[in-house]
Every structure is written in structure tokens, then in C-alpha cells.
């Protein structure tokens, strides 16, 4: 049976986003169940796996920042994650961070944010869903090995990025303006996040096996097996790899 994905969408957006979220798992071999504030309760206990995705920015208060006029914050949504985070990694359930999700993830192991970090590096500012930032992948990262690829092109919707990293994390990709772009996990449960939205860009094999590492570690995880080594295991063994190449 298809491992059962639990996906965090925002209020205001999550109509036109989880259909791509669920296609997304669908096609690396699990399902989706839809969660957001108000719409139905979240049950941990009923799902192998968590995907939190992107969406507004998560309040300053979360993580040492400042209020400030004309940000759209989510409270609800910030408590709901949170929340599914925590339970996630106590009972030792694979998360896949997207954006915010990333952000959050960092946040929750303790970690800060850049409020506005376009003002602290020197990169590109992209608002775009289309691939047109260039992150390069650190050598010998879960990311690297999950996506089979040294250096990808993603799109960019975020203003806000990782400062201090959360226990246990390490930075997995970074664009060419030094910005974090992505961070993971080495040890279980499995925990990956990436500051793009992939769910954007399944059309492109690097960014379809995201889903493909998260849905491996799931199945690993209800069978009490190695989750990391599972997503590792099931990069190993995909289509050809695109080591050298970028996407």
C-alpha cells in the first residue's frame, strides 16, 4: 500500500497547491492527505510522512525577529506546523520542508531566520515559479544524493531564509549569493528542506525525486527500517543519474 503523506497548505492558497503536492506523491509511489488550519484535524498516528509546505511568512515572534507593517502572517498556521513538526520527529516520521516548510523546520530545532534576507547576501532576487535561480549542492549531502545533481536551476517566492541553524541540521545548498537554499538531516528520522517549491517543478526529474526520497524514508519508516538509508538506497537505484550536470 501507498505510504500516507500529511501536507500543510495555507488558507488562502492551498486550493490550487495541494493538487500539485498530491500529483507530486503520487507519482514517487505514495498518497496525500490535505491539512490546514481549520479544515480537518491533523492525526499524526494516521500517516507515514509529512510535507510541510510554503506560503506566508511565519511570524518574527517564532524565532528572536521584529513585527513590521505590511507582512501577511498565518498565526494559525504557524501553530499548526509547529506542531506537526514536533509530533513528526517524536514519532520519528520523515519531513520534506518546502520554503516556509524549510524555514520552519529550521525554527522548530531551535534555529532563527533572516527577516529579509535579500538585504544580508548579495543575491539575485527572483520572485518566480519558473527554474531561473541556480542553487550549487554541497558533495557528499542527502540532497545531492536525492537529486543526482551537483548544481540545480529553482524557482524563488521567499523573502525570508535561515540564519542560525536548528540542532542537528547542516546546510545542503546555497545559491551563488551565499543564501541557504537548502538544509537536511544526516541521521534519522529523515528531515530535508528546500527554500524553492518543487511541487512546481516535477516536470524535471531532480526536483520529482524530492518526493521520491521522501516517500522511500516512509516506507522505511512504518517497516521500522533505516529511513536516511532508504532515500539513499532508492536514489541509488533510479533512472540515470545527472551527476556533473545541472538542472
Excluded at 227 to 244: C, T
Aim: glycine share 12%; net charge positive; charged share 25%.
Amino acid at each position: 500500500m501507498r505510504p500516507l503523506i500529511g501536507v500543510t497548505v495555507s488558507r488562502r492558497s492551498g486550493w490550487r497547491v495541494f493538487p500539485l503536492m498530491a500529483l507530486a506523491i503520487w507519482l514517487a509511489g505514495g498518497r496525500a492527505l490535505r491539512w490546514q488550519a481549520g479544515y480537518r484535524n491533523v492525526d499524526l498516528g494516521a500517516v507515514q510522512g509529512v510535507v510541510i509546505g510554503g506560503g506566508d511568512d511565519i511570524a518574527p515572534t517564532l524565532y528572536g525577529g521584529e513585527l513590521r507593517l505590511g507582512v501577511r502572517l498565518d498565526p494559525a498556521r504557524d501553530d499548526l506546523e509547529s506542531g506537526v513538526l514536533r509530533g513528526a520527529f517524536e514519532r520519528s516520521l520523515p519531513i520534506l520542508g518546502i520554503c516556509r516548510g524549510s524555514q520552519m523546520l529550521n525554527i522548530v530545532l531551535g534555529g532563527t531566520l533572516h527577516q529579509d534576507a535579500y538585504q544580508v547576501y548579495d543575491s539575485r532576487h527572483y520572485r518566480t515559479i519558473l527554474p531561473r535561480k541556480k542553487v550549487e549542492i554541497g558533495n557528499d549531502t542527502l540532497l545531492a544524493r536525492s537529486a543526482k545533481a551537483q548544481c540545480l536551476y529553482v524557482n524563488a517566492l521567499h523573502s525570508q531564509s535561515v540564519d542560525r541553524l536548528g540542532d542537528g541540521l547542516r546546510v545542503a545548498a546555497r545559491d551563488e549569493g551565499g543564501m541557504v537554499q537548502a538544509i537536511e538531516r544526516m541521521s534519522d528520522p529523515f528531515a530535508l528542506g528546500v527554500q524553492w517549491h518543487p511541487e512546481h517543478l516535477i516536470y524535471r526529474r531532480a526536483h520529482r525525486r524530492l518526493f521520491r526520497s521522501l516517500v522511500a524514508a516512509a516506507k522505511a519508516g512504518r517497516g521500522k527500517d533505516a529511513q536516511v538509508a532508504a532515500a539513499e538506497k532508492e536514489a541509488r537505484e533510479a533512472d540515470e543519474p545527472l551527476w556533473g550536470g545541472v538542472e
